[in-house]
């Protein structure tokens, strides 16, 4: 499975709902797929998208979030688990694309495998912090299905997918992060 | 315990007099009542962080939302969020309200504590972030009201620095 392949699964839920995305490769292919007002793409500060998401989720409780997040990130921001998992905001779903790789500083493959590679387990240890529901998948069929179950469920979900190390063929795109930025507090606060 | 509870309650209603919704912190000594009188207040949405640079990220998310925020955190919590400062808040031109326990003045009996007070404010110039001294109680409301009109009107962080002497009864 590709992140790209997953992302265009389950583009119909993500197009009515609050996005936040991790840097790099996600955002441009999210963009690829389709910009809309409700996306934010977070594109440094790695680790704080899964942060973002909670400050939404906590100040619109009545608005479901999805958080789109990486190996990698999430690596840097562990605690963020805990305290997601300490707040359990119902309205929040917390992917996870884990390619087993820091993809966008690598040319091929393997070039900077994370610690995901060597058996650390992502959707363990959000389980182990506390997170309410967690699944890990490698398939299409099962990622569409878990994400189908995590908005059914209306619980803190975080849903572990393994997707090949492959990316976009570039990171940066038209969209200017301030730009973003201004269109997505406008679509919030219009909510 | 000599930390002031009555500048600490002076502290948090000016927090609230700005409209202040969502808190972000993680305790330490000098906070502890700050933190407590959020926890017993209904109308404030209380984060205890792991880490504070989680508390850009949930500042981030709040203010884009609506919600006025600020961050309750020792310098030593303000130099572990740096990279959040940059890369989230100042990148994306996000007012963020710091409130920062100035540790390591004049004063300070930790040895731990010491070496953080002698750089904080000088990595504040270095990042640009507008800072001043909160040292009495008279001026508590207006600088922490001063300092959230221009994070706002500039989309950028400022600081304020909570001092011994605001924080501290000293018993001798």
Redesign the interface.
């Known amino acids: 499975m590709t992140r790209l392949e997953a992302l265009t699964a389950v583009y119909r839920h993500l197009e009515r709902r609050i996005v936040?995305t991790n840097m790099g490769a996600v955002a441009a292919e999210l963009q690829s797929i389709g910009h809309r007002p409700n996306f934010?793409y977070?594109?440094?500060?790695?680790?704080?998208?899964?942060?973002?998401?909670?400050?939404?989720?906590?100040?619109?409780p009545g608005h479901h979030v999805i958080v789109v997040d990486g190996d990698g990130s999430i690596l840097m921001?562990l605690?963020?688990l805990?305290?997601l998992a300490?707040?359990r905001p119902r309205n929040l779903t917390h992917i996870v694309f884990d390619n087993e790789s820091l993809l966008s500083v690598s040319t091929a493959r393997g070039d900077f495998p994370t610690a995901t590679a060597t058996g650390s387990d992502l959707a363990a240890i959000a389980a182990a912090a506390g997170i309410p529901r967690t699944a890990a998948v490698s398939t299409i069929d099962a990622f569409v299905e878990a994400f189908d179950g995590a908005l059914a469920a209306n619980d803190l979900t975080t849903l572990v997918a393994k997707v090949e190390a492959v990316g976009p063929p570039a990171y940066v795109t038209e969209l200017a992060?301030?730009e973003n930025?201004f269109q997505?507090?406008r679509y919030?606060?219009s909510q | 315990m000599p930390v002031s509870t009555t500048h600490s309650r002076v502290i948090y209603d000016a927090l609230k007099g700005c409209g202040i919704?969502?808190l972000s912190a993680l305790p330490e000594t000098w906070l502890v009542h700050l933190v407590r009188l959020a926890d017993e207040d209904p109308e404030m949405?209380l984060?205890?962080?792991?880490?504070e640079?989680?508390?850009?990220?949930?500042?981030?998310?709040?203010?884009?939302?609506?919600?006025r925020?600020a961050m309750l955190m020792q310098n030593h919590g303000f130099l572990a969020s740096i990279?959040?400062i940059v890369?989230?808040a100042q990148?994306?031109?996000i007012p963020l309200l710091m409130l920062i326990s100035y540790r390591g003045e004049f004063g300070e009996r930790d040895p731990w504590q010491t070496e953080g007070g002698a750089v904080t404010e000088d990595l504040l110039r270095a990042l640009r972030i507008p800072f001043a001294h909160l040292d009495r109680p008279d001026h508590v409301a207006a600088r922490i009201a001063k300092a959230q009109t221009l994070a706002l009107s500039s989309n950028k962080p400022v600081a304020l620095l909570l001092s011994r002497d605001l924080m501290w009864e000293e018993t001798s």
Do not use: D, P, W
């Open positions: 936040v934010f977070l594109q440094h500060a790695m680790g704080l998208a899964s942060s973002m998401g909670l400050g939404i989720a906590l100040s619109k921001n605690g963020s805990t305290t300490r707040y992060l301030l930025r997505f507090q919030l606060r | 919704g969502l949405i984060v205890r962080l792991a880490k640079e989680e508390g850009v990220g949930i500042s981030a998310g709040a203010h884009l939302a609506g919600v925020s990279n959040g890369s989230c990148l994306y031109r």
